[in-house]
């Protein structure tokens, strides 16, 4: 492996919160689904951008390292914080699309960040459990520098990385501040699974509407509209159609209507 390429330590990689937690970071990082480029503020998200070469109308992932983190910065109804402890608790990767609270917005600071981080709705991807690297990183950035951590996968817009870190790509691999290798620990997550077969992305489900506002709360009502849609399926996604169904009476499967 090359000088910036290490074998993770099974815990907090000290060398990646260094980096992430100074201005501008940009590591690779595995988790359940392969790897992903971390980054934590507009410097790093924009070395992001021109490592992936990626359009930027698309919400911004961001990894919450606990339900706290989530529900400060997420707008969310009793319903949907719900639904996520349910996975929270059952160590499910889940992402949602959601709009910010406006007084985690108006923390954020006036440098271009905001309109990296999310698209023009004011909304983002808010992910979690997506495995015990990246987790614990996002979860001491937030808890002890109030560092966000911003993920997109690591490899060439439309290609996949088969869940090895040798399947980055040459372009991100030279980008990267540190690339922390854990081939074993993403193999562990779907065993029994091929570097073929297995997924290698999260379910994401949308709760919002066309506006970027949160579906309402159904309250065990029928015919609820608009109503949460499965955008993307993924990991574990007959686990969470399950939670779906026993969450919400009204929900849409719309694989591949992002954005």
Not at 159 to 170: A, C, D, P, Q
Not at 220 to 230: H, I
């Amino acid at each position: 492996m090359s000088n910036k390429k290490i074998n993770w330590n099974g815990a907090v990689q000290p060398e990646a919160l260094e980096i992430l937690s100074a201005e501008g970071g940009m590591i690779v990082c595995p988790t359940k689904v392969g790897y992903i480029i971390m980054t934590s503020d507009k410097q790093g998200l924009e070395r992001k951008f021109e490592a992936k070469q990626r359009n930027r109308n698309k919400p911004g992932v961001v990894l919450c390292g606990s339900m706290e983190q989530l529900t400060s910065l997420a707008q969310l109804n009793p319903e949907i914080e719900a639904f996520y402890r349910a996975h929270w608790d059952a160590d499910i990767l889940l992402g949602c699309i959601l709009p910010w609270k406006k007084e985690a917005i108006d923390r954020l600071p006036d440098d271009g960040l905001k309109e990296l981080m999310m698209d023009g709705r004011r909304t983002s991807c808010f992910v979690i459990k997506f495995g015990k690297p990246g987790e614990m990183l996002a979860a001491e950035l937030w808890d002890k520098h109030r560092k966000f951590a911003f993920a997109s996968s690591a490899n060439p817009s439309g290609k996949g990385n088969r869940g090895l870190v040798e399947g980055i790509g040459e372009r991100i691999e030279s980008r990267a501040d540190l690339i922390i290798s854990a081939n074993d620990y993403v193999a562990s997550i779907q065993a029994g699974k091929s570097a073929e077969s297995r997924y290698e992305q999260g379910v994401m489900v949308s709760m919002v509407d066309s506006e970027g506002k949160l579906v309402p709360e159904q309250q065990g009502q029928r015919k609820v509209t608009p109503c949460p849609v499965l955008i993307r399926k993924g990991l574990d996604v007959d686990k969470i159609m399950g939670r779906l169904a026993e969450s919400f009476n009204s929900w849409d499967y719309r694989h591949g209507d992002y954005y």
